[in-house]
């Protein structure tokens, strides 16, 4: 292994620091509160997706008191609702350590099953798994081929055996999807039933991190702006914002890592051909292309609901095919944009029908999103935001168009 030859600037003395280009089984994986991810090797880190190792007593200091020369484990808590929420969980041997802000908390280090009962010490790795890709906020806990999964609501802990996935030295979630990190090299899976989808294992130097001779873009460039729009966005019920652009989409979490395109077909299997339009209203999104409905059920993952897909006119009383289509938060009509008029849909309604229709002064909408600041008109690349969806039906002028973040549209200027 390749090491960098580094002086410390505490004790001015030379160290050798990995370089996790040579291929690296790290010890573990995890992003901060921020969303910055951490690849921990015996008493290195490494900050992001690039740049150099350093010692983790730099950046959590207070490891450095109990002698820590490695970690198990690691994982950033999920649970919205309690004071840990984004908390980072370090395990080493039988103890746990819980960090904010980079500060370990007072009373910290206890015993592991002081904290997570009937939790196994000397973990191999933890990750986390919000409610949606899991049935309710948990952890996932490895220890050789046993999971344990640990209900963070009701601390009941449920005991796997995925013989079919490698030994887990490390795990992460990224963009919504699970890994297993083994050697230097991953393997996606899903969190609930272990399952592994596609060509595994990979090398994570082509994905997870910046190294000459590795990538698995090859010389991709990024489109232009200009010459980039949208097909649909939403936010579905937890709160959980996708863009869909041509046969891809992106999660858009303000707070995790860079947004990557992923297939649409990787989470709606069923949708192989893009979409026009896209919606959530209570637990469910629907997916809208040509004549056709596809609606998924939220849970541990999306599930098509028996029956789906339907024409448009049997599930919500129109011809199409439509250009977009919106709900606003707490609201139950849907706003469809077809050309330049917009029909409203009460979805409480059996059948359902359309309740009223108006002209737009604006054209060629690509897509539109309604949230708790307004409504959101994308065309091209730019938007335009109004008031709510009766401002846009009376309006006569378009607002001044901003420019769509090139995060959403995954392009260049």
Same mark, same amino acid.
């Given at each position: ?74 994982? +950033? ?47 191999? $790795? $933890? @990750? ?67 399952? @592994?989808?596609?060509? *595994? ?41 996708? $863009? ?51 609606? *998924?059920?939220?849970?541990?993952? *999306? ?14 009383? &129109?011809?199409?095919? &439509?250009? $977009? ?65 009766? @401002?846009?039906?009376?309006? +006569?002028?378009?607002? @001044? ?13």
């Amino acid at each position: 292994m390749m090491l960098t030859f580094l002086v410390n600037a505490e004790d001015g003395q030379h160290h050798d620091h990995p370089d996790r280009c040579d291929g690296i089984e790290f010890d573990a994986i995890v992003p901060d509160e921020n969303g910055v991810t951490y690849f921990f090797k015996d008493n290195h880190l490494w900050r992001g997706f690039t740049g150099s190792a350093h010692f983790f007593n730099h950046t959590f200091k207070e490891l450095d008191d109990h002698h820590i020369g490695h970690i198990d484990a690691a994982f +950033r808590m999920h649970n919205p609702d309690s004071e840990d929420h984004d908390h980072i969980y370090f395990f080493l041997d039988d103890k746990v350590f819980s960090y904010y802000n980079h500060t370990l908390e007072e009373g910290y280090p206890k015993e592991i099953n002081k904290v997570f009962k009937e939790i196994p010490s000397h973990l191999d $790795a $933890a @990750v986390e798994c919000p409610k949606g890709e899991c049935v309710t906020d948990s952890v996932l806990f490895f220890k050789g081929h046993v999971v344990y999964t640990y209900d963070i609501s009701t601390k009941v802990v449920k005991e796997k055996t995925w013989d079919h996935l490698p030994v887990c030295t490390s795990a992460y979630r990224w963009l919504e999807h699970h890994y297993c990190f083994h050697g230097n090299s991953f393997t996606r899976f899903n969190p609930v039933t272990g399952v @592994v989808e596609g060509t *595994y294992p990979k090398d994570a130097r082509n994905y997870f991190m910046m190294c000459p001779g590795f990538g698995h873009g090859g010389n991709y460039q990024p489109p232009k702006c200009s010459d980039v729009k949208l097909d649909a966005i939403t936010t579905d019920d937890e709160g959980k914002p996708y $863009a869909f652009i041509g046969s891809n989409y992106m999660h858009l979490n303000p707070k995790g890592p860079h947004r990557h395109p992923f297939p649409i077909i990787r989470k709606w299997k069923e949708v192989t051909e893009g979409v026009d339009a896209v919606f959530s209203y209570t637990d469910k999104l629907y997916m809208i292309k040509g004549e056709q409905v596809y609606i *998924y059920k939220s849970g541990a993952g *999306y599930t098509l609901i028996e029956g789906y897909p339907k024409t448009l006119k049997e599930e919500l009383g &129109i011809d199409g095919p &439509i250009t $977009a289509s919106f709900v606003c938060p707490s609201e139950h009509t849907v706003h469809i944009i077809q050309g330049s008029k917009m029909m409203d849909v009460d979805l409480t309604a059996t059948p359902r029908a359309v309740t009223s229709e108006v002209p737009l002064s604006i054209s060629d909408i690509d897509a539109v999103l309604c949230d708790a600041d307004g409504v959101k008109v994308y065309k091209g690349s730019q938007y335009y935001e109004y008031a709510s969806p009766m @401002v846009l039906a009376v309006s +006569r002028i378009a607002p @001044v168009p901003q420019n769509v973040p090139r995060e959403i549209l995954g392009c260049q200027d």
